[in-house]
């Protein structure tokens, strides 16, 4: 039984062993009643101490997943299924079959053991002990000067012209794009957004009643020549695009097709709504949309939920002024505000460099799994778009089978798929697989991809 277990990580290796054990146990190949391998067997195998592993089992007989049996160990407990508070997960498949604890393959976030606790402890205590106010009352409209100033810093560093007027605070990225479309779009107006692009924002927009434009996305960007033809035959109010890491399929803008995109939108008269959630995992060269503006044509998000945590809500919006205050209203209508102690926590942490060394390590786990993913896919003869340097994805489909084939493969593995509509604007079903990095090598994840392996001719 291999836990792959990383001590340099900042996770405890007791809670690591009780992560991975969580997941073989939760396999729906594994009966109720099925005997756990040795305390002292798992130890030996995984090089840890036989006494964590015990400690570990313990938590999970506390959890309802294992029963102690005097005198042979641990037996699998029944395995429950998906209840109706169990965590979500967007663009990954979930129905009333699924079982819980499957290996969310094409999740969109990082998985729970990813995730570091001792810094952002540390945070949370010092603001508890030193800011009364954030503990209790909302943030300010553009949201905490502080952090707005941590901000302003990164922006710096991606040569983006900006002052603190211009910059707004929001409960991540999410209510960021909100705003934006609540706001500067109404019912009838008419986008640009990219195919396959950010499932969420689709249905976003359907719910606002606006009409979408879908214009194909490549490894460098979105089609050029689509979008040209679009701007010029249909006049959108907006182009909303990613820039780095773009989501499903982790490609980047090249600079060249950044200026052109600029170019158009300006010529057409499109606002951008340029989405950079992803910024923080790149760190070679590259050009965004907002260092290259000359005006207020580009509307520039990001997010520290991404990284850091799900539940710490904590994005922004740079804009003119002008939009910045229009936003800054409806926030206030739509939320009263957002949270100041989650400002505060994330303000704490930029500025002592916890957050940035964390940035660190993390671009430097992805940077290995995401050679290991790609040298599996290779392996089994997947065709890979764009094969990305960087981000938390990759998207990718098999050339054997098609996905009704795959997703019974990846249950028989415990591996729950992205949804097969989730990534195109009208809602088609499509082959193509977001792979996330961070869960792609999982033991299960590694045997779904043997398993769609082509076949190959013997040798003699």
Partial sequence: ME????????????????????????????????????????????????????EACERLVAQGMLVPRHGAGFVVATPALVAADSPWSEG??????????????????????????????????????????????????????ALRQQILKRLRLLDIAAEESRIMTTAGASQGLDLIVRTLLKPGDCVVVESPGYSLLFEL?????VNMLEVPRTPRGPDIEALTVLLRENKPRALFINSFYHNPT?????????????????????????????????????????????????????????????????????????????????????????????????????????????????????????????????????EVFGKPVGGLFIWARSRKSDYAHLRIQARRH????????????????????????????DPRARAFFQATALDRPQAF
Wanted: hydrophobic share 45%; with cysteine.
């Fill in 205 to 209: 927009l359907r719910l606002r009643g």
């Fill in 250 to 382: 982790g490609s980047s803008l090249a600079p060249a097709v950044a200026e052109r995109v600029l170019q158009l939108a300006k010529t057409h008269g499109a606002l951008v709504i340029e989405d950079d959630v992803y910024a923080d995992l790149h760190s070679g060269l590259g050009v965004r949309l907002a260092a290259l503006a000359t005006d207020d044509n580009v509307i520039y998000l990001g997010s520290y939920s991404k990284i850091l945590s799900s539940s710490l809500r904590v994005g922004f919006v740079v804009a003119g002024t002008e939009v910045i205050s229009r936003l800054a209203e409806v926030k206030r209508i739509s939320s009263l505000g957002t949270s100041g102690f989650c400002e505060s926590v994330l303000a704490c942490l930029l500025a002592s460099g916890a957050y940035r060394k964390l940035v660190l390590r993390l671009r430097q786990r992805l940077s290995g799994d995401r050679e290991a993913a790609l040298q599996m896919l290779e392996d089994a003869e997947w």
């Fill in 92 to 145: 990954t498949e979930v129905n009333s079959l699924s079982r819980e604890g499957e290996l969310p393959l094409g999740s969109g976030g990082l998985p729970e053991s990813w995730r570091e606790t001792d810094d952002l402890s540390y945070a949370i205590r010092e603001v508890s002990r030193t800011d009364m106010a954030a503990l209790f009352n909302y943030s300010t409209p553009l949201g905490l000067r």
């Fill in 3 to 54: 836990l792959r277990i990383d001590r340099q990580a900042m996770v405890p290796v007791v809670q690591q062993i009780v992560d991975a054990l969580a997941c073989w146990l939760r396999r729906s190949e594994i009966e109720p009643g099925t005997r756990l391998p040795s305390a002292r067997q798992i130890a030996r195998v995984n090089l840890l101490s036989q006494v964590s592993v015990v």
């Fill in 414 to 441: 415990g591996v729950l798929l992205s949804c097969a509509t989730a990534f195109s604007p009208a809602g088609e079903a499509g082959d193509w697989q977001r792979i996330n990095v961070a869960y792609a090598c």
